[in-house]
C-alpha cells in the first residue's frame, strides 16, 4: 500500500508549515500578506485545522495547518488531509525530529483509508512527500494493521461469515509463511472445543476455530479474537436496531489479524500465535437455549442465562487453549458488553488484566501512542452473580450492574492466574466520522499494544 506516501518528486510540491495559536497572534502582529489572508478567513490556528495561502497566480502557495495550543504536531493533526487537501504533491516546510516525523507520516498514512469495496470513487486523494527521518517500517507496519482491520469490520456479514473470516486469516498467515489451521463443523467436537461448536451450529455457515502461529523465538504472545461474524442475539432475540451493526461483532477478530499484520511485517522477535472462534450466532430449530447447560474446552459446565450473551462462550474454549501451551502473556480483543460502553463511551476501551505490570505498562504505551485504554478492576467480590445452581458458572451474572466486569470475570476463569493476560473490551466503530476516523469499522487499542509488543521483544 501506498498509504498517499510517496518518495522525493520531480513534481512541484507544496509545502506545509505548522503554526500554533500562540505564533499566529505573533505572525498577526506582524501583519504579512500570509497573516492578512489568515485573518480574512478566520483561520484561528485550532489543532489540525488549515488555511490554504494563494500565490499570485491563484494557485496554491502553502498551506497552515493548526496546532492549537500544541508545539508539535500529533499523530492526528495531519490524519484528514489527503482526503481535505486539493489534489497535489505536498512537502513539509520545516525539518522534524524523527520521532515527530513519524507521528506526522503514520497519521497521514491511517487517514488516506477508504473502503471502496462497494462503492468506487474517482477522487484522487493528495499525496505527502515521505518526511525526513521517519521509521518507514513502522508506519508502514502499523498503516497496515489498521487498515485491514477496518477492512475486515466494514465487511458487510453476507462476505465476512465464518468462512470468510478463515480465508483471510489464511491468507495473512500465507503472506508471512505461517502456519494456519482450521477447525471446521463438527471436528470442533472431536477436538474438544464444544462451547464454539454450540453457538454456532445454528447457522448453515459452519462454525471454526483459526489457529495460526508465526515465530520461533523470543517471547511466547497468544492473541485471541471474538469472531462473532453475525450477531442475531440468539433466540433471545435482538431487536431491529440492536442487529444494525452486528456485522462489527467480528471486530475482536480483526484487531488481532491486525495486530498480527504488525508484528509479521516488522518481524518482531515473538513466537505469535492468533486463535479465533470464528461462528454466525444464528436462529433455527437447534439453536442453543437459555438455561441449557453446555460444556466447555476446560472441563467447566456453563449454564445459559442469556443466548445473547454468546462471545464469551466462544472465548472460554479458546483461551482455554491459550493457556493450554504456557504463552508469556495471553491478550483477547472483543466487542463483548454494552455495559463498556455505559462507563467509557465508544472511543474509549476498557481494558481489564490480571498482571499490574503489563496492565500498567499498557496504559503508559495507550497514553504515548495517543491510541487510550482504560483500566477496569476485575472486582472479584462480583464473582458470585455468575453462579448457577445446576452448573459451575452462568453465562450471565444475577443483576443489572458491573456487566462488562462479571464478562471479564467470567473469561478468567478460564485463563487462571499463572499466565499474564489482558481483556479488551471494545467498540470497534466510530459512531461519527473525525479527521483520519471515518464512520465505521475502527481499531482501537492495536497502536498501544503493538508498542507494548514491541518494547517487550526488543
Request: hydrophobic content about 40%.
Amino acid at each position: 500500500m501506498s498509504f498517499q506516501l510517496i518518495e522525493g518528486s520531480a513534481e512541484q510540491t507544496i509545502p506545509l508549515f505548522f503554526i500554533n495559536k500562540k505564533q499566529l497572534d505573533e505572525s498577526l502582529q506582524e501583519s504579512g500578506l500570509s497573516a492578512i489572508w489568515m485573518t480574512a478567513n478566520n483561520f484561528k490556528a485550532g489543532d489540525g485545522e488549515i488555511c490554504t495561502i494563494p500565490d499570485k497566480s491563484g494557485g496554491i502557495d502553502s498551506v497552515a495547518i493548526g496546532l492549537g495550543d500544541r508545539e508539535v504536531p500529533g499523530i492526528w493533526t495531519m490524519a484528514g488531509l489527503s482526503h481535505s487537501l486539493p489534489q497535489g504533491v505536498y512537502t513539509l516546510k520545516e525539518k522534524q525530529t524523527s520521532e515527530v516525523a513519524t507521528e506526522i507520516a503514520l497519521g497521514w498514512a491511517i487517514g488516506s483509508y477508504c473502503f471502496t469495496r462497494y462503492k468506487q470513487s474517482d477522487r484522487v486523494l493528495a499525496s505527502l512527500v515521505w518526511p525526513d527521518k521517519v521509521d518507514k517500517q513502522l508506519v508502514s507496519s502499523l498503516a497496515s494493521g489498521v487498515h485491514l482491520t477496518r477492512d475486515l469490520i466494514n465487511t458487510p456479514s453476507n462476505d465476512m461469515g465464518p468462512e470468510e473470516l478463515a480465508t483471510a486469516a489464511s491468507q495473512l498467515a500465507g503472506e508471512f509463511e505461517a502456519e494456519c489451521n482450521v477447525i471446521v463443523g463438527d471436528d470442533l467436537l472431536q477436538a474438544n472445543y464444544p462451547a464454539i461448536y454450540e453457538v454456532g451450529k445454528a447457522s448453515d455457515r459452519a462454525p471454526r476455530l483459526i489457529d495460526f502461529r508465526w515465530g520461533d523465538s523470543g517471547p511466547k504472545i497468544t492473541l485471541v479474537g471474538k469472531g462473532v461474524c453475525f450477531d442475531t442475539g440468539g433466540l433471545d432475540l435482538k431487536s431491529a436496531a440492536g442487529m444494525l451493526m452486528m456485522k462489527k461483532d467480528m471486530g475482536g477478530a480483526a484487531h488481532v489479524l491486525g495486530i498480527a499484520a504488525a508484528i509479521m511485517e516488522s518481524n518482531l522477535a515473538c513466537q505469535l500465535r492468533v486463535l479465533i472462534p470464528a461462528v454466525e450466532n444464528a436462529v433455527s430449530g437447534n439453536a442453543f437455549r437459555p438455561s441449557d447447560v453446555i460444556k466447555t474446552r476446560k472441563g467447566l459446565t456453563v449454564e445459559i442465562g442469556n443466548t445473547d450473551a454468546e462471545g464469551r462462550l466462544v472465548l472460554c474454549d479458546a483461551l482455554a487453549e491459550a493457556v493450554r501451551t504456557k504463552p508469556d502473556l495471553i491478550i483477547d480483543f472483543a466487542t463483548l458488553t454494552g455495559a463498556a460502553r455505559v462507563a467509557l463511551g465508544t472511543d474509549l476501551p476498557a481494558m481489564f488484566c490480571n498482571d499490574d505490570k503489563i496492565a500498567d505498562s499498557l496504559r503508559k504505551h495507550s497514553v504515548e501512542c495517543d491510541d487510550e485504554v482504560w483500566r477496569m478492576p476485575l472486582h472479584k467480590p462480583y464473582r458470585k452473580l455468575l453462579d448457577s445452581k445446576i452448573a459451575d458458572l452462568n453465562n450471565i451474572s444475577g443483576g443489572p450492574y458491573g456487566g462488562a466486569i462479571t464478562a471479564a470475570l467470567y473469561l478468567e476463569e478460564f485463563v487462571g492466574n499463572e499466565t499474564s493476560w489482558a481483556h479488551f473490551d471494545v467498540m470497534a466503530y466510530n459512531t461519527s466520522s473525525r479527521p483520519g476516523r471515518p464512520e465505521g469499522g475502527e481499531a482501537m487499542g492495536l497502536r498501544a499494544v503493538y508498542s507494548m509488543i514491541k518494547e517487550m521483544v526488543n
